[in-house]
């Protein structure tokens, strides 16, 4: 699970190197946590770039990131990889 966050990490961070205009959409509501660090990212975040959303989730060991697709797809999607991921 801690590698999956660090990734989470890493590939949000990246987000600025690829998009001009980046805004994490649940920065301004976040509580966070006492184990919280710079290099870990964890739960559900999305953001905002001028190509659309880009939701990040991490479960566990797992990482399911989502970009140019709609909500609707999205959770199509987070349902069947995270269904899947809890059986193995």
């Given amino acids: 699970p801690e590698k ?5 990490f890493v590939y949000a961070k990246g987000l600025k ?3 001009q205009h980046v805004r994490d959409v649940d920065e301004e509501k976040q509580v966070k946590p006492a ?3 710079v ?3 964890t739960g559900k ?13 991490v479960k566990g060991d797992m ?4 970009e140019s697709l709609d909500q609707d797809t999205t959770t199509q999607v ?11």
Avoid: P
């Avoid at 999956?4 to 989470?8: N, T």
């Fill in 4 to 8: 999956a966050s660090e990734f989470a």
């Fill in 17 to 19: 190197d690829r998009y």
């Fill in 63 to 66: 990482v399911l990131v989502s």
């Fill in 45 to 57: 975040h999305s953001f905002l770039t001028e190509e659309g959303t880009i939701f990040i989730e």
């Fill in 39 to 41: 290099e870990t990212l």
């Fill in 35 to 37: 184990s919280y660090t």
């Fill in 78 to 88: 987070e349902r069947q990889v995270f269904t899947q991921g809890a059986t193995r």
